[in-house]
């Protein structure tokens, strides 16, 4: 039996996938019509049966409205998932790859976001009051709306990304780099922006008062 093998490896939100063509297949066999279900909407789904469809293997994963609440989901594979409308609120996604992932409206209020690859990612008023996202990619991320007081975003890549209207009241943006970020309208009150690259590529030197 011959199988040609076709890997594709790409750095970043790619992930590996592999085809694996038999060219000694079994004789064809009649056509069976089988009808399946249609999955469950994230929402009326439990919190177990949510958290397994996290956890599972695959891309643009249905999870809107979704309660993952208080779940760890580290080094989850959340690329192009819908997660509108989801319950994170203090869920652990350190290391997730959310790339694309479409968390608009999504409750991700004290949640740990350590190093999660969330670039091109719509956040669009979602809530991330008190998050950690240190060291996070957030690059082309859409955050317009978006309530980020109190977060911490230390290290955090945010070149290019969209913070128009957000709030970081009290935010953390030591070392963050926001190589041409849009922050108009956003609030930054008390905000610290220590060694941070402004969108001008002006380096800060200290707090917003």
């Excluded at 643009?60 to 979704?66: I, V």
């Excluded at 998932?81 to 999504?106: F, H, P, V």
Aim: aromatic residues 4%.
């Amino acid at each position: 039996m011959r199988a040609i093998y076709i890997q594709l490896i790409v750095v970043g939100c790619l992930a590996t996938a592999m085809w694996t063509f038999d060219s000694q297949a079994a004789p064809r066999k009649r056509w069976k019509t089988v009808v399946k279900s249609a999955p469950a909407r994230a929402d009326s789904m439990s919190r177990e049966q949510a958290v397994e469809r996290a956890r599972s293997i695959g891309f643009n994963k249905d999870l809107h409205g979704a309660k993952l609440n208080n779940t760890d989901l580290s080094n989850a594979v959340l690329l192009s998932a819908d997660l509108g409308e989801a319950n994170l609120k203090k869920t652990i996604l350190q290391n997730a790859m959310m790339c694309r992932a479409d968390l608009s409206w999504a409750n991700l209020d004290g949640a740990v976001l350590r190093q999660a690859n969330l670039s091109a990612a719509k956040l669009i008023n979602a809530v991330l009051t008190g998050s950690d996202l240190s060291g996070a990619n957030l690059s082309n991320a859409n955050l317009s709306g978006a309530n980020l007081s109190k977060a911490v975003l230390d290290g955090a890549n945010l070149t290019g990304a969209n913070l128009r209207g957000a709030n970081l009241t009290g935010a953390n943006l030591t070392g963050a780099n926001l190589t041409d970020a849009v922050i108009i309208g956003a609030t930054t009150n008390k905000a610290v922006f220590f060694e941070t690259i402004m969108p001008d590529r002006t380096v800060s030197p200290g707090a917003q008062e």
